[in-house]
């Protein structure tokens, strides 16, 4: 693994957000998510005990490995976003903000980089599975599926999805992974990395080259604000122009499944990114 993907290994026990059982896969439904507000998304996700909320979206092969997409209706060739999830795996959570965003009018993969096949989707239930998964993750395999996922993105015609513009965008474990995307194709249009550990060596910024939003948490116990500043030093020292945004909140502060979900903080980073999409691929 990279170096920082060994540090957020180290740090993931105490820095994610806990989860409850995913309650299945495969739900279908026609509630529009994308343009509701942080108390309604919030709402969602306090019925971990009653029935989940409905999806819009279908499960995906994708190259044999487990994916979920869903897209806007009626629109002809939307920007896609490929989302790579947290430490959990790819839970409803993350299947609820791809709906978010296809609401919004975009094409999503939300890809599995946990799970061996399509016909054996894994997910965390426990900090310790959350662990093991992350840490037993094959970087040749995950790179593979994320190229996979953003070409399907490009050239599908079975959903129609051919999107001229796509984007990569993560939490913790996947905001990291979402940079290094972002690092290793060039060609992408726009990246957004919630509190995921940053790369700080200047040689290697300096290959970035689609716009990134970053999101950061000034509690953050871990990717501590003198990280961020690194972050931000060797960005300006590579010569690449980003956004970060940091907020007065906790790690995780934009998952309403977590504890110390901060609503007006999430609402504020949802906003920007909102923006920062809008700017980078309408």
């Known amino acids: 693994m990279r170096p920082a993907f060994l540090l957020l290994a180290a740090l993931a026990l105490s820095a994610c957000p806990r989860s409850t ?63 790579i999830h947290e430490w959990w795996g790819l839970n409803d959570h993350i299947k609820h903000w791809a709906d978010r965003l296809a609401g919004l009018g975009y094409a999503v993969i939300a890809v599995d980089l946990y799970s061996p096949t399509r016909q054996d989707p894994v997910v965390a239930t426990t900090p310790d599975e959350a662990m093991a998964l992350m840490q037993a993750v094959d970087e040749a395999k995950a790179d593979a599926t994320i190229a996979t996922a953003i070409e399907h993105l490009r050239t599908d015609e079975y959903v129609n ?12 474990f996947g905001g990291g992974w979402a940079l290094e995307a972002a690092l290793d194709h060039p060609d992408l249009d726009a990246v957004v990395m ?15 080259k689609p716009p990134l939003l970053g999101i950061f948490a000034n509690q953050d116990s871990h990717i501590t604000p ?22 007065d909140a906790e790690h995780a502060f934009a998952n309403p499944s977590n504890p110390v979900y901060d609503e007006v903080n999430a609402a504020a980073a949802w906003d920007e990114v909102v923006a920062f999409l809008a700017r980078t691929m309408q």
């Open 226 to 247: 003198e990280v961020v500043d690194q972050f931000e030093a060797a960005l300006g020292e590579a010569g690449v122009k980003a956004e970060l945004r940091r907020y």
């Open 21 to 83: 059982p995913p309650p299945g896969l495969g739900l279908r439904g026609p509630q529009p998510l994308g343009k509701i507000s942080e108390a309604e998304f919030k709402a969602l996700h306090e019925l971990r005990t009653d029935a989940p909320p409905e999806l819009n979206g279908m499960e995906l092969n994708l190259d044999d490995r487990h994916a979920y997409l869903v897209r806007p209706d009626n629109v002809l060739s939307p920007p896609g976003i490929v989302l």
């Open 194 to 208: 919630y509190y995921g550990m940053p790369e700080t060596d200047p040689a290697r910024l300096a290959t970035l």
């Open 161 to 172: 999805t051919r999107s001229e513009k796509v984007a990569v965008m993560g939490w913790c």
